[in-house]
Structures are given as C-alpha cells and as structure tokens.
C-alpha cells in the first residue's frame, strides 16, 4: 500500500496572525514538505495544478522536475493535471521528460478540475469538459504508445506526421491516475485503458464514492484487465492529528473555519460525521483509515490531505511525522485483510516495463520462423 500526501497549494493566511506567506514562501514551504515526506518515509507526493488565486502551483512538473533532483525514492506525482485545459502534446512531452528526471518515479492524475473560469482563460468551452476529456485522452496515449501520429479531432489542430520527444523512458508511458469526484465518464475511460482511478474522498459521504469506484471496478473488468477487486484504486483522505484528540479538535478548528474549500460552512463536527475528515490521535486516524477498505475494496495508494488552509509550515511538518510513524500500522494492517490476487501497490515502472518485455517476446514467439 501506497500511503502519501497530496495538495492544492493555497495561499491562505494564518487565522492566528492575519498573515499569508508570500508566493515565494509559499512554492518553497511546498518543496520542503515534499522532501520531508521522503525523509519520514512516505509513498507519494502529489501536488495539484492551478491558475487562478489563492493558488500556486501552476506549473506541476517544474515543481515536480525541481524534486526529482532533490529525492531519491518517493513517487512524484499530480493531483490533478488538468486534461481539459491542457494541450494533450505539452502533457505528453512534459510527463515523458519527468519521467526521465526521475528515473521512472513519476505519473499523474488527470482531471477536469472544477474551477469554471479556467476553461475560457485556456481558449476552451466548459460546456464541453467531457468531450474534451475523452478526445485529449485518446490523443494523449497516442502520443505515448505511438512513435509516428497522424490524428485529427474536433478541439485542436491536426496532426501529421508527429513525433512527441522525448519518448517515454524504457518504452512506457507514466502511469495515469483519472481522478473524479462526480462523473462516471471518467470512471469508464479509466477502466476501457487499465489505468488507475483515484477518488478525492473529502467532499462527499462515502456512498457517493461507493458507487464510482464500483462503476470503475465493474467496468475494469468488462475491459479484461483482470477481476474487479484487482483494479487499481486510490483514495484521497484528510486528517490532522495529536497525540489526544481534543487538543487536535482545538487546535485544528480555526484552520478549518477559513481553510478555502469549506471554510464558512458546516461545523468541523458535522464536516467529519458526513466525511473521511478525521481530526483526532492517530489512533483514531488508523481506524478510520482502515474502514476505508471496508467501503471501497482492497485499494492501492492512500493520499492525505495535509497542508492547506494556513497552516504554518512548522505544523505541517510535526503532521507528517506522526504520518510517517502510524503509515507502518496502515500498511501492515491493510495488507493483513487484503485478499490473495490483489496487487498491494500500483504497477511500478519496473514492473511495467518487464510486462511490456514479456508482451513483445510472446508476440515474437507467435511469428513463423522465416518471416
């Protein structure tokens, strides 16, 4: 199992002080938690892309590239890269050199994102996201799979004769995550292609997830990729955590009141008896964890939600040392309950080059002597 942490980058200031770190702080607290993952033992870092205040990280794989050079083992990765917006030739191309950087450790999560006014700001039509998003994720595993392209759809201009550089590193393409919150489109592109699906699991109460993820497994599936329970699921997650709880309830509320995706509406207490929020010890935070699986199935990776909303840098990095001491417990006792057959992790790059190795010898195999 996977555990890491994901982000949105917002700048937002400290309900404390009345103070907000300057874009500049900003990008670089992000750079610091991502290399304090790694150090405490983490999975992933993921960060999310955005172009309109109080948000940062705009440019993903420049920040992305910064830590390959930076670390040596934890995944890079996105919480959203935005397939509506961007062309599906520079995702391509800038994915691909990641990749490279970081000798294999990167993939991405793609997505529509939800902030409106980012389609027009991008020469696209909201109206039309879903389209979109299905014509630039063709195209953009064309680009990958495919060394010579020629393509022409209804959003962009043709293609002749093109070749993305640089090809993917060792002949495969960086894993992809489709992230969803709310459209079954994306479960089923997810599943025709065998890629992850990656469920935010904040917002909403559980049985909203249940069913996207059970769309995506059944739909799996039919494509023969193998049995449902073994498609590759990630869920997102929020905790905050001290060793007794009231203290975390007390000290976390203030952030929680003004965080910029739900501040000014429901109580904390009502936001973590609809949702996965958990505010509380970490022995609390392992238990409502653990149930996640009785939800949604043997999954693979685990995101949390842990930098937003204000809080200082210095508090950011103590959550993610009680996260690096309890994601032991999490991984032991989720692969304890995880059934014979279903893969612990998400497919590696190792791994995935070695099945690509293995494909191309059997088709060889296949071919009469002589020809």
């Not at 000290?251 to 003004?258: L, M």
């Amino acid at each position: 199992m996977q555990i890491g942490i994901f982000g949105v980058g917002d700048v937002t200031p400290d309900p404390h002080t009345g103070v907000a770190p300057t874009e500049h702080e900003r990008l670089k607290a992000i750079m610091t938690i991502a290399e304090h993952a790694e150090q405490v033992g983490l999975d992933v870092f993921a960060t999310g892309e955005h172009h309109n205040p109080p948000f940062v990280p705009s440019s993903p794989t420049t920040m992305l590239g910064y830590l390959a050079g930076r670390t040596e083992r934890i995944v890079l990765s996105t919480s959203t890269t935005l397939i509506t917006t961007n062309d599906p030739v520079k995702i391509a191309e800038d994915y691909a050199t990641l990749q490279h950087l970081s000798d294999g450790r990167a993939d991405l999560m793609l997505g529509r994102g939800n902030t409106a006014p980012v389609y027009p700001w991008f020469g696209q039509d909201m109206r039309q996201a879903v389209p979109l998003t299905l014509e630039h994720y063709h195209l953009l595993r064309r680009l990958w799979d495919e060394d010579v392209v020629d393509w022409e759809g209804q959003f962009r201009t043709p293609l002749r004769n093109f070749t993305a550089t640089p090809r993917p590193l060792d002949g495969v393409a960086p894993f992809v995550w489709h992230g969803s919150i709310r459209t079954p489109e994306i479960a089923e592109i997810a599943a025709f292609y065998g890629d992850g699906f990656f469920a935010n699991n904040i917002f909403w109460p559980k049985e909203h997830f249940i069913q996207l993820i059970n769309l995506y497994r059944q739909r799996f599936e039919h494509y023969g990729h193998g049995r449902a329970d073994q498609a590759i699921v990630g869920l997102g997650g929020q905790v905050f955590m001290r060793p007794r709880s009231q203290d975390a309830i007390t000290e976390f509320r203030p952030y929680f009141d003004v965080a910029p995706v739900y501040g000014h509406g429901p109580s904390l207490e009502t936001f973590m008896r609809q949702t996965p929020l958990t505010v509380g010890s970490p022995q609390q935070v392992i238990e409502r964890t653990l149930e996640f699986a009785d939800f949604f199935g043997a999954y693979q990776r685990q995101l949390f939600l842990m930098d937003h909303a204000g809080l200082p840098l210095k508090t950011v990095l103590e959550q993610l040392d009680q996260l690096g001491e309890i994601a032991p417990v999490l991984r032991r006792e989720f692969d304890a309950k995880r059934p014979a057959g279903v893969p612990s992790d998400p497919p590696s790059h190792a791994e995935r080059v070695a099945r690509r190795q293995a494909e191309q010898q059997s088709a060889e195999a296949l071919v009469p002597a002589g020809r």
